[in-house]
């Protein structure tokens, strides 16, 4: 069974930063791309950060220059460094790895994510 294991939220006021960890089990880490998403109250989820197998990375436009994403795979986790947090920034963020086959996107079942609340 796939687990997903978000942590490292919390509450930080503009300009600030904070580490996401999200502790994976049940996959074969090494080989997945892995993502981090987030959600904000009463919009959809979006793609924050990703990087593949090979360390290649890509950022959705909020995050980059501000985001690093990176991964240890001798402990099946991945990392989100998020420095010059922003009110904007205000989400539940999630981890995942998805794949991709014929044109869609598979995702596993969805952790409970992190919450991050910057204030102003």
């Known amino acids: 069974q796939v687990q997903l294991v978000e942590s490292g939220g919390g509450l930080v006021q503009a300009g600030g930063s904070l580490r996401l960890s999200c502790e994976t089990s049940?996959?074969?880490?090494?080989?997945?791309?892995m993502g981090w998403y987030r959600q904000a109250p009463g919009k959809r989820r979006e793609l924050v950060a990703e990087?593949?197998?090979?360390?290649?990375?890509n950022y959705g436009g909020s995050a980059k220059g501000r985001f690093t994403i990176s991964r240890d795979n001798a402990k099946n986790t991945v990392y989100l460094q998020m420095n010059n947090l922003s009110p904007e920034d205000t989400a539940v963020y999630y981890c995942?790895?998805?794949?991709?086959?014929?044109?869609?996107?598979?995702?596993?079942?969805w952790g409970q994510g992190t919450r991050v609340t910057v204030s102003s």
């Open positions: 049940g996959i074969i880490f090494s080989v997945n791309v």
């Open positions: 990087i593949d197998s090979g360390g290649m990375t």
């Open positions: 995942n790895a998805p794949r991709t086959f014929n044109g869609d996107t598979y995702y596993f079942t």
